[in-house]
């Protein structure tokens, strides 16, 4: 069984300034890594997603994240706050095989907030 | 590319009257869906997978009868919940799998059980 952990409910950064949101995952076989952001009352949008290869993989708006097998880790990172990414982000994991494969589990989610 | 709608958005129904949610899959085809439940404030819950002409996978809790999923096509499965309840009120979100486990989700549907 597969389980992510996100450290820090809610973070809070000033527009312009670093965004750090962590993932801790457990998986008894290589996983597929994933971060989607939810806005007020609306579905998940895909962020970035890690498979296999590069363990630096680029998203959409900016948002990056680096997989580190050994620490078990994929934390999404942009360098520069801006206004309007201020919402929820959520890890996931899927496998890549098994009973369970194509199945997405979810952290629980981290609110950032941006200040002007 | 890789669209998900799901109809209604919003619904408001008595307790004790069924609901059905349709999610689809506008420029892909998906052999799976996936169905969630969220909370207010809380993560997504994988209720069942859904795979077009076989019956749904529950996931453990999840009541077969009251959660009724039909997969019928390549680009449309359905959610009837039955006899609903306050309690079955929620954000209920679909998700379709294109490939590589890349799932592509609906905007949701907040149903709200009087």
């Known amino acids: 069984a597969q389980s992510v952990t996100q450290l820090g409910s809610h973070v809070s950064v000033s527009e312009g300034a670093l965004v750090l949101l962590r993932c801790n995952y457990s998986s008894s076989v290589p996983p597929y890594l994933f971060w989607y952001v939810q806005y007020p009352n609306q579905g998940l949008q895909l962020l970035l997603k890690?498979?296999?290869?590069?363990?630096l993989v680029k998203g959409i708006n900016g948002f990056e994240a680096e997989f580190k097998k050994s620490e078990t880790s994929f934390h999404l990172t942009k360098p520069s706050a801006h206004m309007s990414d201020a919402a929820e982000y959520f890890c996931a994991v899927s496998v890549t095989g098994g009973t369970s494969y194509g199945k997405l589990t979810f952290g629980q989610g981290t609110i950032l907030t941006v200040h002007p | 590319g890789a669209v998900v709608s799901q109809h209604p958005s919003r619904v408001i129904c008595k307790s004790g009257t069924s609901v059905k949610i349709e999610c689809r899959s506008l420029d892909f085809q998906a052999t799976t869906m996936f169905w969630y439940r969220q909370f207010p404030k809380q993560s997504l819950m994988l209720m069942a997978t859904?795979?077009?002409?076989?019956?749904?996978?529950?996931e453990q809790g999840v009541e077969k009868d009251k959660f009724l999923i039909n997969h019928a096509s390549l680009t449309l499965s359905t959610l009837t919940v039955t006899s609903a309840h306050p309690e079955d009120s929620s954000f209920y979100i679909c998700?379709?799998?294109?490939?590589?486990?890349?799932?592509?989700f609906g905007p949701g549907t907040r149903l709200t059980v009087l």
């Open positions: 998700s379709a799998r294109r490939q590589y486990n890349e799932q592509f």
């Open positions: 890690y498979t296999t290869g590069a363990t």
């Open positions: 859904s795979n077009e002409g076989s019956k749904a996978t529950y």
